[in-house]
């Protein structure tokens, strides 16, 4: 048997008639850049994930980006967030002219916790300007907890949802706990387009307002610019795509939940694994079934030998990388050093057969 690990063309697929509709369109309506389907793809986001605003730019990238420079921090900020996820975040922080700085996860989530960052902001002394949260791998981080440390340091909390996009912390959805949260609509995510696309979160008015001037130049009138923004601007035709996929997200995100619970179910008594966790008041979403075990590279290379394919989400963490070796270690990141050089991402999007995940499990089992 061949299992991908993703597929975005199963996707396609599962709702091909519609996008293709929409995609015609859009190219037959002769408006491609910040038209009508940007416009009522925001309202429906916001109102789907129970946001005062949404505001759509061109990547998740860009959406901390423009997070932060909405916020106005003074020039070199430290910005403080986890180093076990993807460049982007901290790409993000430097874009904006802050640096990024660094604070420990927990061992089973491998999300901040609360005690990291109060621990951080207090050696820092008052250099931190902004928190970053990741919501990793779906599994939300206790953003409840954290807005309540960085309310206590006046310092804003961010949301980076871009794997959480669904995902619930108190029955309340990912991108409404902080000052803004940033979306990501990579053709993987559980709410892909196809090609890059991001939105932003928020519930104050005046900073949505100044999110919308900063994505285009900073223009309130055209060609004029009110402030130094960028040119990071949600399509039409993607926009288009996804107010197509986004009334199916919600079953979408249930089938990836039910995969994990055969997943979970199969391996719970296999020994030399950990598997993902959640808070009990979570829901986790899966954008990626991430383990934890020793000999990683062996298994990996086992799996692939079997038809299974396999990913790393990330194999080193940003500390160790070249572009991020000097930002500030604020916490010891033992904790992280430890699970980036054990996790293995296996296959699940919510097309992926049942029996595939039986394959995979008893697979994995017999390595172990």
């Given at each position: 048997m061949i299992v991908k690990q993703c597929s975005p063309l199963a996707g396609y697929l599962e709702l091909k008639s519609g996008i293709d509709s929409a995609v015609m369109r859009v190219l037959s309506g002769g408006a491609y850049i910040l038209g009508r389907e940007?416009?009522?793809?925001?309202?429906?986001?916001?109102?789907?994930?129970?946001?005062?605003?949404?505001?759509?730019?061109?990547?998740?990238?860009?959406?901390?980006?423009?997070?932060?420079?909405?916020?106005?921090?003074?020039?070199?900020s430290l910005v403080l967030t986890s180093a076990n996820t993807a460049a982007a975040t901290a790409a993000a922080v430097m874009r904006a002219g802050c640096r990024v700085c660094f604070a420990e996860v927990d061992g089973r989530s491998m999300n901040l916790t609360p005690e990291s960052v109060r621990e951080a902001l207090s050696r820092a002394g008052g250099r931190v300007k902004a928190v970053i949260a990741v919501h990793l791998f779906g599994n939300p981080a206790p953003a409840d907890e954290l807005a309540e440390v960085c309310a206590g340091f006046g310092v804003p909390l961010i949301e980076d949802c871009a794997q959480a996009t669904g995902a619930r912390l108190g029955g309340r959805k990912v991108?409404?706990?902080?000052?803004?949260?940033?979306?990501?609509?990579?053709?993987?995510?559980?709410?892909?387009?196809?090609?890059d696309g991001g939105l932003v979160t928020v519930n104050d008015p005046a900073l949505a307002e100044e999110l919308k001037l900063m994505r285009q130049y900073g223009?309130?009138?055209?060609?004029?610019?009110?402030?130094?923004?960028?040119?990071?601007?949600?399509?039409?035709?993607?926009?288009a795509i996804l107010r197509v996929k986004?009334?199916?997200?919600?079953?979408?995100?249930?089938?990836r939940i039910e995969l994990a619970g055969r997943y979970y179910e199969k391996l719970s008594g296999c020994s030399g694994i950990v598997l993902p966790c959640k808070a009990d008041n979570a829901e986790h979403v899966y954008h990626q079934f991430v383990i934890q075990c020793a000999g990683r590279d062996e298994k990996v290379a086992c799996l692939a030998e079997s038809g299974i394919a396999t990913m790393v989400h990330y194999p080193v963490p940003l500390h160790r990388q070249k572009a991020y070796i000097s930002a500030p270690r604020l916490t010891s990141l033992e904790i992280t050093e430890k699970v980036t050089a054990e996790i293995i991402s296996l296959p699940i999007y919510p097309e992926l057969p049942p029996e595939a995940v039986d394959y995979v499990s008893e697979t994995l089992s017999k390595l172990l």
């Open positions: 940007v416009a009522a793809f925001e309202e429906e986001f916001a109102a789907w994930n129970g946001s005062g605003f949404a505001v759509g730019c061109a990547s998740g990238t860009d959406a901390l980006e423009l997070i932060l420079r909405a916020l106005h921090l003074p020039e070199k991108g409404n706990f902080g000052i803004a949260g940033a979306f990501s609509f990579y053709p993987t995510k559980n709410l892909g387009a196809f090609g223009w309130k009138v055209r060609y004029e610019s009110s402030c130094n923004g960028i040119n990071s601007r949600l399509d039409e035709l993607q926009a986004l009334p199916h997200l919600d079953a979408a995100n249930l089938r």
